[in-house]
């Protein structure tokens, strides 16, 4: 079965520079979230969309932001990254009114900032 | 206070033994509960989920809920080695229109062989 795609897997930059992470939901799932999981702790809820709007916010720095497209893949844009940015960033994606609400995760991609 | 709470272990069982992890919540109008496994490094994967007071079984995991209590708790039957991992409890936050999840810290799992 098809599941989540993250792209990509790892990522290195430097202080100060911009990252942009891709993520592509399971076929026909409409909502996509963003969790941030720094070494050591749980996953935390940045934002989701739902059908290309911006649904639920949570502890989303200002510097990022994202965005659900047409064909519902969504891109998280940080900006003026800190050394505090150095996590796991996990997408989940799940289909509103299915049977179920679960969501189900991507691989991640591994931010690392020096 | 966390709004979903579990022990950080590790919780050390012999390889066959029963594994039991558990789970407090805060918010008394949570609905939906799931349990994920998630290795180091790796993304969650869902283990369970559930929706009702009582338990569900599905292989050699059993999930119980007390929505009066505001308790759930995974119990792994014939525990292997391979279950060795970090047990993530997640409730279903009801709150704008997409329903995130709220992740306890994890319990970490050594199944000893």
């Known amino acids: 079965a098809a599941g989540v795609i993250q792209s990509p897997r790892h990522l290195i930059k430097e202080k100060r520079e911009t990252a942009t992470l891709k993520c592509y939901p399971i076929?026909?799932?409409?909502?996509v979230y963003w969790y941030q999981q720094g070494p050591g702790q749980d996953p935390q809820f940045l934002i989701s969309?739902?059908?290309?709007?911006?649904?639920d916010k949570g502890s989303i720095p200002d510097r990022f932001s994202a965005q659900q497209f047409s064909d519902y893949h969504s891109e998280l844009n940080m900006s003026s990254l800190e050394l505090g940015d150095s996590a796991l960033y996990f997408c989940a994606s799940r289909q509103r009114g299915g049977s179920t609400d679960t969501q189900y995760f991507g691989p991640g991609t591994r931010l690392t900032v020096l | 206070q966390k709004e979903v709470e579990q022990n950080s272990g590790p919780l050390s069982v012999p390889e066959g033994a029963i594994a039991s992890l558990n789970c407090t919540y805060s918010?008394?109008?949570?609905?939906?509960f799931f349990w994920y496994r998630q290795y180091s490094g790796k993304s969650p994967e869902l283990i369970m989920s559930i929706y009702s007071n009582g338990d569900k079984e599905d292989g050699r995991f059993t999930a119980q809920l007390n929505k009066a209590s505001q308790y759930v708790s995974l119990l792994i039957r014939d525990s292997q080695p391979s279950d060795s991992a970090t047990y993530l409890c997640?409730?279903?936050?009801?709150?704008?229109?997409?329903?995130?999840?709220?992740f306890g810290t994890g319990t970490l799992l050594a199944v000893q062989p």
């Open positions: 076929p026909r799932h409409d909502t």
């Open positions: 997640a409730v279903n936050a009801y709150g704008g229109a997409t329903n995130k999840l709220i």
């Open positions: 969309f739902y059908e290309k709007m911006q649904s």
């Open positions: 918010d008394r109008g949570s609905q939906s």
